[in-house]
């Protein structure tokens, strides 16, 4: 139920906007509760978007998790 | 974006499933209680637990919002259907049971009960059909509620009503902690219900439960640090609110949502089956939405409904405190095909994510 899925906007209208779901799967989800540019990536619950996610973000855990497991081998290999 | 692919790396995987034997304490067990369905799909699917320590157990919380629905308002949606109204729902909840019936069995009977996608084709079905009633099953978590006040908000046509069944995670949280034999040492928190309602409302966890809580999100990455930033927390003695989930969930949450539901809904007491009644952790209509409460509209009166058939242990493996195969039910009568409890219907009911995932010996 809870399950939302990232899409990436490609236009926006009247609090509606066609998202793509990755893989040529386009819909229409209501952005009343984002605002939102084309081009940018939304969490799709049920028919609405919920949250813009941040690739800087995204980039910086990935960075986080890299660093949390080369901090690991720095103590192994000291 | 990023690539997908970065957030299920195998060989990152190994590596933080390694770490996590280091981090962990050599004895004594470790409790971490998720609350969401998503996450327990994540867990079992990609087999997580099979990469933890020994001592580290993950349990599943009631994060299954067709679960939780107590059978007493399963009973109004029968009743509603029953009396001629088009009943519209999410596709889970029609197999969920009610105290006799399930919306599956009143369609059986005649009944004109249809699944929608979205709050939103509910609307549209209803507007096609003018001269027909229509009754929108309004369940789910924080996640699904602002769909409902966007909806309700723009003013729908007056042959729809809602049956707002929404509940609040926070406050079964908050259960979980008060139930002392479950002795829970961390909570991985539901990363969509959080998107929503924000990092800011878990502060009470570890302010006054001493409770590590991390926000999570759903690759099998994003869990296993989960795991390894409340191993950490544990370790230094300490209990945070940490966010794993940058990439969607901020501290204040989506505000504007946050807001819509403030218009829409009063927050109240609510049932949770098998659970009683736990205090303000349902939304109801606000006084001026009256006129499309599907309760008032068709003088629904249900008190009580009976949550668990003989024998069904959803109530205990919903807390986490058993396992679905220690339900003397689960898979022997119970099962995908002919579920008898509530998490065996849900997609995100724990007995039928590990139904249809683990191979269990018959």
């Given at each position: 139920?809870?399950?939302?899925?990232?899409?990436?906007?490609?236009?926006?209208?009247?609090?509606?906007?066609?998202?793509?779901?990755g893989?040529?799967?386009?819909?229409?989800?209501?952005?009343?509760?984002?605002?939102?540019?084309?081009?940018?990536?939304?969490?799709?619950?049920?028919?609405?978007?919920?949250?813009?996610?941040?690739?800087?973000?995204?980039?910086?855990?990935?960075?986080?998790?890299?660093?949390?497991?080369?901090?690991?081998?720095?103590?192994?290999?000291? | 974006?990023?690539?997908?692919?970065?957030?299920?790396?195998?060989?990152l995987?190994?590596?933080?499933?390694?770490?996590?034997?280091?981090?962990?304490?050599?004895?004594?067990?470790?409790?971490?209680?998720?609350?969401?369905?998503?996450h327990?799909?994540?867990?079992?699917?990609?087999?997580?637990?099979?990469?933890?320590?020994?001592?580290?157990?993950?349990?599943?919380?009631?994060?299954?919002?067709v679960?939780?629905?107590?059978?007493?308002?399963?009973?109004?949606?029968?009743?509603?259907?029953?009396?001629?109204?088009?009943?519209?729902?999410?596709?889970?909840?029609l197999?969920?049971?009610?105290?006799?019936?399930?919306?599956?069995?009143?369609?059986?009977?005649?009944?004109?009960?249809?699944?929608?996608?979205?709050?939103?084709?509910?609307?549209?079905?209803?507007?096609?059909?003018?001269?027909?009633?229509?009754?929108?099953?309004?369940?789910?978590?924080?996640?699904?509620?602002?769909?409902?006040?966007?909806?309700?908000?723009?003013?729908?046509?007056?042959?729809?009503?809602?049956?707002?069944?929404h509940?609040?995670?926070?406050?079964?949280?908050?259960?979980?902690?008060?139930?002392?034999?479950?002795?829970?040492?961390?909570?991985?928190?539901?990363?969509?219900?959080?998107?929503?309602?924000?990092?800011?409302?878990?502060?009470?966890?570890?302010?006054?439960?001493?409770?590590?809580?991390?926000?999570?999100?759903?690759?099998?990455?994003?869990?296993?640090?989960?795991?390894?930033?409340?191993l950490?927390?544990?370790?230094?003695?300490?209990?945070?609110?940490?966010?794993?989930?940058?990439?969607?969930?901020?501290w204040?949450?989506?505000?504007?949502?946050?807001?819509?539901?403030?218009?829409?809904?009063?927050?109240?007491?609510?049932?949770?089956?098998?659970?009683?009644?736990?205090?303000?952790?349902?939304?109801?209509?606000?006084?001026?939405?009256?006129?499309?409460?599907?309760?008032?509209?068709?003088?629904?009166?249900?008190?009580?409904?009976?949550?668990?058939?003989?024998?069904?242990?959803?109530?205990?493996?919903?807390?986490?405190?058993?396992?679905?195969?220690?339900?003397?039910?689960?898979?022997?009568?119970?099962?995908?095909?002919?579920?008898?409890?509530?998490?065996?219907?849900g997609?995100?009911?724990?007995?039928?994510?590990?139904?249809?995932?683990?191979?269990?010996?018959?």
């Amino acid at each position: 139920m809870c399950l939302a899925i990232p899409a990436k906007v490609i236009s926006v209208h009247d609090g509606k906007a066609k998202v793509d779901f990755g893989e040529g799967v386009l819909r229409e989800v209501d952005v009343t509760l984002v605002n939102v540019k084309v081009g940018e990536y939304v969490l799709v619950h049920a028919g609405y978007a919920i949250q813009v996610l941040s690739k800087t973000e995204a980039e910086e855990t990935i960075r986080l998790w890299n660093e949390i497991l080369e901090a690991e081998k720095q103590i192994k290999t000291r | 974006m990023v690539e997908h692919s970065k957030f299920r790396d195998p060989e990152l995987a190994r590596r933080i499933a390694e770490k996590l034997h280091t981090i962990a304490p050599e004895s004594g067990i470790v409790k971490i209680c998720h609350v969401c369905g998503t996450h327990e799909w994540t867990i079992t699917h990609f087999g997580l637990r099979s990469l933890l320590p020994q001592n580290i157990e993950v349990i599943a919380g009631p994060g299954c919002p067709v679960c939780v629905t107590p059978a007493s308002e399963i009973d109004e949606a029968v009743q509603i259907a029953l009396k001629g109204v088009t009943v519209t729902c999410f596709g889970d909840v029609l197999r969920v049971p009610g105290s006799e019936k399930s919306l599956l069995d009143a369609k059986a009977e005649g009944a004109d009960v249809r699944v929608v996608y979205s709050v939103a084709d509910a609307i549209k079905m209803a507007e096609k059909e003018p001269r027909k009633d229509f009754a929108f099953f309004a369940i789910g978590f924080e996640t699904t509620a602002p769909s409902t006040a966007v909806e309700v908000l723009k003013k729908p046509p007056k042959n729809i009503s809602f049956l707002v069944s929404h509940r609040l995670i926070p406050p079964a949280m908050e259960l979980l902690t008060r139930i002392e034999d479950l002795r829970i040492n961390g909570f991985i928190a539901p990363g969509h219900v959080s998107t929503i309602i924000g990092l800011k409302a878990y502060e009470i966890f570890p302010k006054l439960y001493h409770m590590p809580t991390v926000v999570a999100g759903f690759e099998p990455l994003d869990v296993l640090f989960a795991v390894y930033m409340i191993l950490k927390q544990i370790k230094n003695g300490e209990a945070r609110l940490e966010n794993e989930y940058a990439r969607a969930v901020s501290w204040d949450g989506n505000v504007k949502a946050q807001e819509l539901m403030r218009q829409t809904f009063d927050i109240s007491d609510g049932e949770w089956r098998g659970l009683g009644k736990l205090p303000l952790s349902a939304f109801k209509l606000k006084k001026e939405y009256i006129k499309y409460d599907a309760r008032e509209k068709f003088g629904i009166k249900i008190k009580h409904g009976k949550d668990l058939p003989p024998g069904c242990q959803c109530h205990l493996v919903m807390i986490g405190k058993i396992k679905p195969t220690e339900c003397p039910l689960f898979m022997k009568v119970c099962t995908p095909q002919k579920p008898i409890g509530a998490c065996m219907v849900g997609i995100e009911g724990t007995c039928r994510i590990w139904a249809k995932t683990i191979n269990i010996p018959v």
